[in-house]
């Protein structure tokens, strides 16, 4: 897992030498995680990187009933994931990413549900690896790293201060 979390860094730091107009501007978040997806995918060769997908194979990704998460809708409060990094055909799905502006005052909790659900090895459409992050103009202010259906806290120490050591992370 953590090359896979080196592979995000390493795309982290393509997008933050390239898109500094992204903050400087206040653009919209489905820009910016556009934006990242581009860099991913570099990192990725051989799978492919979508944003907001909703489906897994032929099927259309819903979360089991009775969950706080809206699936019926194409306004953006959905299951359907910021970036994803996965095989469409097969389907394969190694990575779910959520992406937040640190301006985003809302809280997270809409965001870690989804990465919860996305990760969760009960739930058909499971991603092996989930990531939170949140991005202000400089660096990666929160991260968090989901397997199985919860925060790993290991993992997301890991990537935490591997942010801060390439300079991606903001100091504790």
Same mark, same amino acid.
């Given at each position: 897992?953590?090359?896979?979390?080196? @592979?995000?860094?390493?795309? #982290?730091?393509? =997008?933050y030498?390239?898109?500094?107009? *992204?903050?400087?501007? /206040?653009?919209?978040?489905?820009?910016?995680?556009?934006?990242?997806?581009?860099?991913l995918? @570099? %990192?990725?060769?051989?799978?492919?990187?979508?944003? +907001?997908?909703?489906?897994?194979?032929?099927?259309?990704?819903?979360?089991?009933?009775?969950?706080?998460?809206?699936? /019926? &809708?194409h306004?953006?409060?959905?299951?359907?994931p910021?970036?994803?990094?996965? %095989?469409?055909?097969?389907?394969?799905?190694?990575?779910?990413?959520?992406?937040? @502006?640190?301006? +985003?005052?809302?809280? $997270?909790?809409?965001? %870690?549900?989804?990465?919860?659900? #996305?990760?969760?090895?009960?739930?058909? =459409?499971?991603?092996?690896?989930?990531?939170? *992050?949140? *991005? &202000?103009?400089?660096?990666?202010?929160?991260?968090?790293?989901?397997?199985?259906?919860?925060?790993?806290?290991?993992?997301?120490?890991?990537?935490?201060?591997?942010?801060?050591?390439?300079? $991606?992370?903001?100091?504790?």
């Amino acid at each position: 897992m953590q090359t896979e979390l080196n @592979k995000v860094i390493a795309a #982290l730091r393509d =997008f933050y030498a390239h898109e500094g107009f *992204l903050f400087e501007k /206040d653009i919209g978040e489905r820009a910016i995680t556009h934006r990242f997806a581009v860099y991913l995918e @570099k %990192q990725f060769p051989g799978w492919a990187v979508d944003c +907001n997908y909703d489906r897994l194979g032929e099927r259309t990704l819903h979360l089991p009933h009775g969950t706080i998460i809206s699936t /019926d &809708d194409h306004l953006g409060k959905s299951i359907y994931p910021d970036v994803v990094v996965h %095989q469409r055909e097969i389907p394969n799905n190694l990575l779910a990413i959520e992406i937040r @502006k640190a301006s +985003n005052h809302t809280a $997270l909790d809409h965001d %870690q549900h989804k990465l919860r659900a #996305l990760t969760d090895a009960h739930v058909w =459409f499971a991603y092996w690896i989930g990531v939170l *992050l949140v *991005l &202000d103009q400089h660096n990666v202010t929160t991260s968090e790293v989901y397997v199985g259906g919860i925060v790993e806290p290991q993992l997301s120490r890991w990537f935490a201060t591997r942010l801060e050591e390439t300079g $991606l992370g903001a100091a504790h």
